[in-house]
């Protein structure tokens, strides 16, 4: 499909959350696209260093930083959206975005594109975001693995087998077939063994020091709580599927109500897909680098196909 065939469709707008970084990201954007230029510009004069080349050119290790990853792929996002807005308009092409959604940390970037927040409200608060919860992985270490091939229930007894040894939870129902737990190392080492003594196909631990969307984040999530009082917020001009309740949110009270467990409670991108699909979408535009929600959508729903930057680039 091209940016024609979406002229005029019902479309959703995703995008995907941290672990998507990847240095270089952005720079042909940056090149070549006014548009997605003044976005990277703007995030550097609010943060007061250059985010542009930590994108650009890391290196990687800065870069996945989880307070320099979270707001360098919002950047990264909301630019390929302007690239992509500026360009439909001047091929006299309709977007009609009905609804967004992002994977934890892309529901803030699905907040600004629905015009609910300010980019750059936004961008100060996923930098603070990010800090606190390196700072929770700090003071109460753990992490994250990978399920893949096991049934839900399954996993579900592996986890409460398992949380004899320490805090151990369901972090992330990506797909069917593809869950991450996530918890105290203890307890989640022995979960991995778990699950592959009870049939999992694959466990895999992620790269991170964190236990994102597990009861470890309850301090981080506290503290960022009192900085979203403080953040104004607007009713979403389309409606944002939130991770917490896949359920479509339309009011500043609901966007409240959704961030203030944001980093503790689970992330449930197979409903919020579902949802999506329910609400009529033809099409998903995966706004990030990679194409890592359209992988995971094929295999929640393939009526609805999920279509990248990749696949809308022409020239201008």
């Excluded at 979960?191 to 236990?211: D, F, H, P």
């Excluded at 979203?228 to 966007?255: Q, Y």
């Amino acid at each position: 499909m091209t940016l024609q065939d979406i002229d005029g469709k019902r479309i959703g707008l995703i995008f995907p959350g941290q672990g998507s970084q990847t240095v270089g990201m952005g720079k042909d954007l940056y090149e070549r696209s006014e548009e997605a230029r003044a976005v990277f510009d703007a995030a550097d004069a609010t943060l007061g260093f250059s985010l542009s080349t930590l994108c650009f050119e890391g290196p990687a290790e800065t870069l996945e930083g989880t307070h320099n990853a979270q707001p360098a792929l919002l950047t990264m996002s909301i630019a390929a959206l302007s690239d992509l807005r500026a360009r439909a308009s001047e091929a006299g092409v309709t977007l009609s975005p009905i609804v967004t959604a992002g994977h934890s940390l892309g529901e803030f970037t699905a907040l600004v594109a629905a015009n609910a927040i300010d980019f750059t409200d936004a961008l100060i608060l996923v930098r603070e975001r990010g800090r606190l919860m390196k700072e929770a992985g700090d003071e109460r270490p753990g992490g994250m693995a990978a399920v893949i091939g096991m049934d839900d229930a399954a996993l579900e007894q592996v986890v409460q087998d398992a949380g004899s040894l320490g805090i151990i939870r369901i972090a992330n129902a990506n797909c069917p077939g593809q869950t991450v737990i996530s918890g105290e190392i203890a307890a989640l080492e022995r979960a991995a063994e778990l699950a592959q003594e009870r049939g999992a196909r694959k466990v895999a631990r992620l790269g991170v020091s964190i236990a994102s969307h597990s009861p470890l984040m309850e301090g981080a999530s506290r503290q960022l709580g009192e900085l979203l009082a403080s953040v104004t917020f607007r009713d979403p001009e389309i409606p944002v599927v939130g991770n917490v309740s896949a359920a479509p949110i339309t009011t500043v009270d609901g966007i409240r109500e959704e961030l203030r467990h944001h980093m503790e409670r689970p992330v449930n991108w197979t409903g919020s897909v579902t949802t999506m699909v329910g609400m009529g979408v033809e099409a998903l535009v995966e706004l990030g680098p990679g194409n890592v929600l359209a992988g995971l959508n094929r295999r929640i729903d393939r009526s609805v196909p999920t279509l990248g930057i990749k696949d809308l680039q022409e020239p201008r």
